[in-house]
């Protein structure tokens, strides 16, 4: 049964084949700006290595401190990985605050499933689990945004609760009641 967990070292090789996948869908590429695209940038050259992989688990870790230094514009986050045994099959990432672009674009809640993973629910189990904890940050509802044209985020959303308020450029806007766990759809 998959589990939500902070990041760790057991599942470096899944990991880095999911990244492998990313990338080969377009991810990592100078103009993506994403979570996983900035990850993979910044580290997929090195991921190979255990000691550069464990130093890179323990930095995201490390992102949920208010005291971490972050770059301009970011707030803190907890990333949480979505794992079966040994086996990384997404993740995502619960930003504390909001900030002007966060509210526009990107939203409390960040989630990501590897392409092999995609289409079992894996998406809407994972950000069910994430409400809870979202809840116990302060942060209750959620803003989840997702491209308008991406249906399967849509459907993951709407799931867990998630009510539109609007559209911003390409963005939906929803707000998920954190506080208590939704029944699944």
């Not at 991921?47 to 550069?52: G, N, R």
């Not at 099959?89 to 672009?101: A, D, N, V, Y």
Request: proline share 8%.
């Amino acid at each position: 049964m998959p589990e939500l967990v902070p990041p760790t070292p057991s599942v470096h090789r899944s990991y880095v084949a999911a990244m492998e996948e990313f990338r080969r869908e377009g991810r990592g590429g100078p103009d993506d700006d994403s979570r996983i695209g900035r990850e993979i940038g910044a580290n997929a050259a090195d991921w190979s290595d255990p000691e550069v992989f464990d130093r890179f688990v323990w930095s995201l870790r490390a992102q949920s401190l208010e005291a971490t230094p972050r770059p301009e514009g970011f707030v803190p986050s907890t990333a949480l990985w979505w794992v079966e045994g040994d086996e990384f099959l997404g993740g995502l990432s619960i930003r504390h605050r909001l900030t002007p672009w966060l509210r526009d674009v990107g939203g409390h809640i960040g989630y990501d499933v590897r392409p092999s993973a995609r289409r079992r629910g894996h998406g809407t189990a994972m950000l069910r689990a994430a409400l809870p904890l979202a809840a116990e940050l302060g942060i209750d509802p959620a803003l989840i945004t997702c491209d308008e044209d991406n249906v399967g985020s849509r459907r993951v959303i709407e799931a867990n609760g998630g009510v539109l308020e609007d559209r911003r450029g390409v963005k939906l806007r929803y707000w998920v009641p954190a506080g208590h766990r939704q029944a699944s759809h």
